[in-house]
């Protein structure tokens, strides 16, 4: 029955395909005719008006894969293709995410590559400098204005859609990740007994407390101390930090620490710099003079964006490395890690500018590597007794395999995470270095500690790694 209407839907989504395409060819080959008979440009209205039918077809095909993708959800929740189903979302908006992230992170790095420019060489009086590049089989000539040229040119590319879409895509990936499944991704009852819907209010609410403050202290004197302004705001994003590892599990802790941090960056694209750079053009057009002083707010927005870069990166792939989020006091690693990576970014900032500050790099690496020692698990204790596989076995059958089995009895996990099955010995043995790094070293499994693993049964299995994990 679902078969035939999964079937059903993925015929409709086939035919309204190809409609839409049929559709968009011809308006497409009419668009053609009209540019045989008419030079290009003159041709603008008709032109906007193309792109005004091309962006409302777009728009008619992402809403409607929406509802289908919400339309399969509730065919399939319940059943075994409901993991699939979220990991396949997952896919698609995570790539989706990642592209946009680059987009975004690769113009700003880019449009601030101010080392790289020839000021002195030929250089027209109202340009702060010009660049030479090659790239992707072609020549480029980039010309950085000080300002504004005199003339506001017809087509000038906006770089803010990247900052919109990432930010989008972050917050469904969110979603699908964490919020949907918030009970065993979300809310760890170890750590803070509250409900899924509890955790969530507080996730997003807490995203624009967040903006809400930065864009306090923006507005005061304090901006203008660069030192003050940092160390206050780096106390604040610590505590966010450790508010997060009191409310959440750790991993949705780190990740909503991103995230903050993301819609931070996100907000001053939306709410300062894309305003001040319209007030900025449209003073350019008219006539008028320009404020400078919303350059300069604009300016540094995009600075402190610059400086969010990579402690956000790091936390979008700590995900992947449970020794930082696993760790007891996980927000002090957060802390430590991001300072460190933000004091990389402040030298390669000062390295842009010229000025070589050569202390500010080693000391962010000793910051760096004070987290990896601070993080390094502790001198376990030592295996009197030779441990045998029964026990393991029987502790991993009473711990693990409610999640981890071909068929989960998990209320949650109703597909083995991750793959991980642990039905037969094999599958046992196979994979001890990550049980010895998840179970023993992290302790981020079980998950939420959800099946009350003991510390007794974690030294157990250690012991029975290190006398070599045989099947005795
Ligand atoms: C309540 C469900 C649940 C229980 C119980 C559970 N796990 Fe997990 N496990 C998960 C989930 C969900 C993931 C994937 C997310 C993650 O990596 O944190 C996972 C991931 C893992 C991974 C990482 C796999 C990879 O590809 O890196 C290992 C290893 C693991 N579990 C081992 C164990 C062991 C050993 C136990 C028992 C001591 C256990 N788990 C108990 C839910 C559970």
Redesign the pocket.
């Known amino acids: 029955m679902t078969g035939i209407i999964l079937l059903s839907v993925l015929v409709i989504v086939l035919v309204m395909l190809i409609v839409m395409t049929y559709y968009l060819r011809t308006v497409q080959k009419n668009h053609d005719k009209d540019d045989e008979h008419i030079e290009c440009f003159k041709n603008d209205a008709k032109k906007e008006h193309i792109i005004g039918s091309q962006n409302f077809v777009y728009t008619s095909i992402v809403l409607i894969s929406v509802s289908i993708v919400i339309a399969i959800y509730f065919l399939v929740k319940g059943t075994t293709w409901e993991g699939h189903l979220m990991e396949w979302l997952n896919i698609v908006i995570r790539l989706m995410h990642i592209t946009f992230g680059i987009a975004w992170i690769g113009a700003s790095l880019f449009c601030v590559w101010e080392n790289a420019l020839n000021r002195t060489k030929d250089v027209r009086e109202e340009l702060a400098g010009n660049l030479w590049a090659i790239h992707g089989g072609g020549c480029h000539h980039l010309e950085k204005y000080k300002v504004a040229p005199k003339t506001i040119p017809k087509h000038l590319h906006w770089f803010k859609y990247e900052a919109y879409f990432t930010w989008l895509s972050g917050f469904c990936l969110l979603f699908v990740v964490y919020y949907f499944n918030a009970k065993?991704m979300l809310v760890d009852k170890n750590v803070l007994d509250i409900s899924p819907l509890i955790g969530i209010g507080i996730g997003i609410g807490s995203f624009i407390a967040a903006w809400i403050i930065y864009d306090l202290i923006c507005k005061t004197p304090l901006v203008k101390k660069g030192i003050w302004f940092t160390l206050i705001g780096f106390i604040i994003a610590v505590g966010f930090a450790y508010f997060y590892s009191h409310v959440f599990n750790s991993?949705a802790a780190y990740m909503h620490f991103g995230a903050m941090l993301g819609s931070i960056m996100a907000a001053n694209v939306f709410f300062v710099i894309i305003p001040a750079q319209k007030a900025m053009v449209k003073a350019a057009k008219t006539g008028q003079p320009l404020n400078p002083q919303l350059g300069k707010n604009a300016g540094l927005r995009s600075l402190h964006n610059n400086y969010f870069t990579l402690p956000v990166l790091f936390v979008m792939v700590s995900n992947h490395f449970p020794s930082t989020f696993g760790y007891e006091y996980s927000w002090l690693i957060l802390a430590v890690i991001s300072l460190g990576v933000a004091g990389v970014k402040h030298y390669l900032n000062l390295k842009e500018k010229g000025q070589l500050t050569v202390w500010v790099m080693p000391v962010s690496i000793l910051v760096l590597l004070a987290a990896a020692f601070i993080s390094a698990p502790q001198k376990p204790g030592a295996c009197n007794t030779e441990v045998s596989f029964k026990e393991v076995n029987d502790i991993?059958q009473q711990?693990?395999v409610?999640?981890?089995s071909s068929k989960p009895t998990?209320d949650v996990?109703t597909a083995p995470?991750?793959g991980?099955m642990y039905d037969t010995p094999e599958d046992i043995v196979k994979?001890t270095d990550?049980?010895m790094q998840?179970?023993v070293v992290t302790k981020?499994?079980?998950?939420n500690n959800?099946?009350n693993?003991t510390q007794k049964e974690r030294d157990l299995i250690r012991c029975w790694i290190e006398q070599g994990a045989s099947l005795k």
Do not use: E, F, G, Y
């Open positions: 065993a991993r991993i711990r693990c409610s999640c981890h998990d996990n995470p991750n991980i994979l990550k049980i998840r179970v981020t499994m079980p998950q959800k099946t693993m």
